[in-house]
């Protein structure tokens, strides 16, 4: 079955420790993106991939790191989790050279204390 | 003016009605137009999809871009309640990076 996959689904952390969420898509997409939601604020992308070892920036990158070394896998790092980091992490994947669709993972619902 | 602007409700119809939700948007740029269904707790599934303007029928669905006045719209027929949920209108093009910019959201309720 063609899907994304994101892990944890749910995590509660403390301010400034560390933690990864992995992001793992099984349809060969080169585009990756990670998407934060929010009441009122909509889905706001954080980082996006083009390929492997090709990242950048989107509109709320502050605070967050990626990385990309498989094409399947892309997980966003929180060096140092701040509370205003909670909210709901959704990663996506698209194939380049076909329509603009992009397919959304269940999310990942963090909170930091 | 924000880049894309959603009614977020929310909308409360009848089982059998028929739903409209829109979208307009600011920027011209935007050539990919989308419309996901997201349930609560769940992540985004991709409803429909539309390149530029016209209309696209999917079984029970409908959409509609006007890039002329930059509205796009998605219709619903028949609302049955497995139809409540959060619908989303996104677009994307123009940059290199195929983000996707979504609106806020609208909240329908179907009611049995």
């Known amino acids: 079955e063609a899907q994304v996959t994101q892990n944890p689904r749910y995590l509660i952390t403390v301010t400034g420790k560390k933690l990864t969420v992995t992001c793992s898509q099984n349809?060969?997409?080169?585009?990756m993106s990670w998407y934060r939601q929010d009441p009122g604020l909509g889905l706001r992308q954080i980082y996006y991939?083009?390929?492997?070892?090709?990242?950048d920036k989107g509109d709320v990158p502050e605070g967050y790191k990626v990385s990309r070394k498989e094409k399947r896998n892309f997980p966003l790092i929180l060096e140092s989790p701040s509370p205003n980091q909670t909210s709901l992490y959704f990663c996506a994947s698209m194939g380049l050279g076909t329509s603009e669709t992009q397919y959304f993972g269940p999310g990942t619902r963090l909170l930091v204390l | 003016q924000k880049e894309v602007e959603q009614d977020p409700g929310p909308l409360s119809v009848p089982e059998g009605a028929i739903v409209s939700l829109n979208c307009t948007y600011s920027n011209s740029a935007f050539q990919y137009f989308m419309w996901y269904r997201q349930y609560s707790r769940k992540g985004p599934e991709l409803l429909m999809y539309t390149y530029s303007s016209g209309n696209k029928e999917d079984g029970r669905f409908t959409a509609q871009v006007d890039k002329s006045s930059k509205y796009i719209s998605l219709f619903i027929r028949d609302s049955q309640p497995s139809d409540s949920a959060t619908y989303l209108c996104a677009m994307s093009g123009g940059g290199s990076n195929y983000k996707l910019t979504f609106g806020k959201g609208t909240l329908l309720t179907v009611n049995p």
């Open positions: 349809m060969n997409h080169e585009y």
């Open positions: 991939s083009m390929n492997v070892e090709v990242t």
